[in-house]
């Protein structure tokens, strides 16, 4: 079974940082590009990055270019974001997704962003 | 945040035909697929309809997509209660380089 689990969300104060994990398994994770999407709470979905299967790309919404990064590790079949200079507006539920055509998806990890 | 178009709630009652509309420009939908997912509060989305009209594995066929231009739709014939959820419209950007979502619509089966 295709799976993908993320982990790493919390509780942060506005300007500190978080950095997000997503796990893979049940298929050839090196094969596919990812992305973390997120939704704030009362809002619809938001794309937030993507990284192709070899890292040879990497694209950003304008909201998160030059905070968020993303990254990953195909020997540990892992998808990462590392968030930076967070803003309470990043308060939300991040999802790691398969692919172009967003066709897997983790259940999500909540970050919220407060002092 | 830019955005695909699309109505922010539809309804129908049991057994009934819904569309929901999805109106994007020339740099997202007008030259890339478009794909739909259904997502119910508490869990995660799911793609339900890739590459315009591309049933997801396990998805019944009283559910549809279609493109023309810069504009898609998804229909919903047969409704039943358990289609109560979010749609959400998505395509790939050229010029942003980027995936971009619809605003989302609610649909309720009265």
């Known amino acids: 079974e295709m799976q993908l689990v993320e982990s790493g969300g919390g509780l942060v104060q506005p300007g500190g940082s978080l950095r997000l994990s ?8 090196n094969a596919y590009s990812m992305n973390w999407v997120r939704q704030a709470p009362g809002k619809g979905l938001e794309w937030l990055t993507y990284i192709s299967s070899s890292d040879s790309s ?5 909201s998160v270019k030059g905070r968020f990064t993303v990254s990953r590790d195909n020997a540990k079949n892992s998808l990462y974001l590392q968030m930076n200079s967070l803003r309470e507006e990043d308060t ?24 | 945040q830019p ?24 740099s997202n939908i007008g030259s890339n697929t478009v794909n739909w997912y259904q997502h119910l ?23 549809s997509g279609s493109k023309s231009g810069t504009s898609a739709s998804l229909a919903i014939s ?22 971009i979502f619809g605003g989302g619509t609610q649909l309720t089966v009265l």
Not at chain 1, 22 to 29: I, K, L, M, P
Not at chain 1, 58 to 62: L, P, V
Not at chain 2, 78 to 97: I, K, M, R, T, V
Request: proline content about 6%.
């Open chain 1, 92 to 115: 939300a539920l991040y999802y790691c997704v398969r692919a172009r055509s967003l066709d897997v998806w983790g259940q999500g990890t909540t970050v919220t962003v407060s002092s």
């Open chain 1, 58 to 62: 990497r694209y950003y919404a304008d």
């Open chain 2, 41 to 63: 509060p508490g869990t995660a989305p799911q793609l339900l309809i890739y590459s315009n009209n591309q049933r997801s594995s396990g998805v019944p066929d009283r559910f």
């Open chain 2, 78 to 99: 047969g409704l039943q209660s358990d289609d109560e959820a979010y749609y959400y419209c998505a395509a790939w950007d050229d010029s942003l380089n980027g995936v």
């Open chain 1, 22 to 29: 997503c796990e893979a398994s049940g298929f050839t994770f």
């Open chain 2, 3 to 26: 955005v695909l178009t699309q109505p922010p709630s539809a309804s129908g009652t049991p057994g009934r035909r819904v569309a929901i509309s999805c109106s994007g420009s020339s």
